[in-house]
């Protein structure tokens, strides 16, 4: 009842202590235990976070359909640390989840993309070359990147690597609210051109009406 791969794992032990032994069994269900775990470590959930009204905090959108985000505004979190194993998923589904909003929503496409790196307090290189490709891929789609809730820890291997300067301090924050009045100021300092008539967009002169005395 609570996981049936907790199941075939007590399973595959017992089986394994009855045909080879007990130390081969245990080692066998240390094994695939260690596998289980890292496959879930490779593909963890995710979620982006909202506003959900008359709830403290943000939560993940898809456990609340009421839940509101900011127009242009991606806060997604990855729960699970970052390494080799998993940074390549991670940029995969970041860059469909920025796909996903902007063809839901034409008239407010995503600007900023904000990482919560709350679960990550350490990084190796494999993991920091995936960020900095990330980085690349959302410049390229007119889209900033910023992580929230860094902790020293990461920051430290971060600023070694050159990602924060690539980055820029401006989109490291310490808390989620802040990342989102960050993004309102900038918002309102950045705003969106206003879509023109097809006739002004070309400088086109407006069609006259036809003066026909025949």
């Known amino acids: 009842r609570f996981r049936k791969t907790e199941l075939g794992l007590a399973l595959a032990g017992a089986l394994g202590t009855v045909l080879f ?27 982006v976070l909202g506003r959900v009204p008359g709830l403290p905090g943000m ?13 242009g505004l991606v806060i997604y979190r990855y729960d699970a640390p970052l390494f080799f194993a998993n940074v390549g998923d991670l940029c995969r589904r970041a860059l469909l989840v920025v796909e996903q909003e902007n063809t839901a929503s034409a008239e407010y496409p995503v600007r900023w993309f904000v990482l919560n790196v709350e ?52 989109m490291l924050f310490p808390t989620l609210p802040v990342a989102e009045e960050a993004y309102l100021a900038w918002a309102a300092a ?25």
């Open 21 to 47: 032994g007990i130390l081969i069994g245990v080692g066998l269900a240390i094994a695939l235990s260690l596998l289980e775990m890292a496959q879930r470590l490779a593909r963890p959930h995710e979620g």
């Open 59 to 71: 939560h993940d959108v898809a456990d609340y359909p009421d839940a509101q985000a900011l127009p």
């Open 119 to 170: 679960a990550n307090v350490e990084v190796d290189i494999t993991a920091v070359d995936g960020l900095r490709r990330l980085y690349e891929d959302l410049n390229e789609r007119g889209v900033r990147l910023g992580l929230a809730r860094v902790k020293t820890d990461l920051r430290l291997p971060l600023s070694r690597a050159g990602l924060t300067d690539l980055i820029g301090e401006d």
């Open 190 to 214: 950045n705003p969106l051109p206003t879509p023109q008539p097809a006739n002004e967009a070309t400088g086109a002169d407006e069609p006259q009406p036809v003066n026909d005395k025949s």
